[in-house]
């Protein structure tokens, strides 16, 4: 998982320029109105555009809103995660900066998380706590996923659900933890080379997410568990807004299962994370035409207001980098002690990388 923190002249170009980012943001909208284009003009959709012009305005501003908190506890959990000393503009421009690169440069994450590292190892963070704390984030915030997905479908299983596709996927999100969790005993014994590495610093990630998933830790909690059920909440809020939601137990296990499709490299996941959106939700009941307005709706906020602050944050972020104390004296206090001279701020780091 070192490979987040790569050597320092290969990592430069992590930062996009301003004119990828706004090809990015242009092919983004172009394909989310040609979906609306489609909504509204093709034949066999006339229940989906009557679903969404009756739509209630309120709860469609609820889902904004909530969309809003979705990414800002994105940035509470990525500071408490990385270095809770972090000053909160650094954290909320580089958390979404990352939460932008997920949109506009899906990779499952990852490049989010690639970009985020970068930024940090330019304020100094040391490159062994970067690879860690990178595994310890995403462990974190997918393990909320997959407990979602145990508990919906228990729930589900006893409801009376088909066993297929209620405890089915329970039985496996139950098998990844377990496996995750498995993972820092089974690399426990030192292996050379690059898959020695890349073991060791799993394991070294998972056992610091367990760390911080502890109670003393309630903002990491705090934003991890947000960062998802804000936005369920949500898609949530776009059905309210049709007047037809669905049990919260099938609502939240189609979620977890929909986002697998965003997992398809196009730019958003548009396409991906839709089709199995709706698929997951029409799998478990809910009628074809309704669960494809409320997806149309919910994906509007979900795409654009991340990409829209998120490119803002990107622009930004060179200056904020140029400008933020080193990160190494307020992360890792042994190395105040050790070097007390380092607390100097440094030159800038975008304009030297150059």
Known sequence: MSTFVAAEPATVDL?????RLALRLALVMAVLAALAFAVSSLPGLGEVRARLSDASPGWLAAAAMLQVLSCLAFVVAF?????RHL???LSYEVGMAAQGTNVLLPSGGAGGLALAAWALSRTGMPTERLARRTVAFYVLTSSVNFLTAVIAGVALALAGGALLWTAGPALAAGLVIGAVLALPRLAARPRAGRRGQVLTALSAGIGDA???ARPGNPLILAGAIGFMVFDLLALGAAFAALGALPPLGVLAMAYVLGQLGGLIPLPGGVGGADGGLIAAL???????GTAAAAVLAYRAFQ???????????VVRLPRVLDHAPDVATLCEPRVRERAPDACA???PRVAAAA
């Open 345 to 347: 701020r440094r030159e």
């Open 303 to 313: 795409l654009g207001l991340p990409a829209l602050l998120g490119a803002l944050a």
């Open 15 to 19: 930062l996009p320029s301003r004119r």
């Open 87 to 89: 000053p909160w503009r």
């Open 282 to 288: 029409a799998l478990y009941g809910t009628p074809l």
């Open 79 to 83: 500071r408490g995660v990385f270095c």
């Open 210 to 212: 367990v760390r911080l």
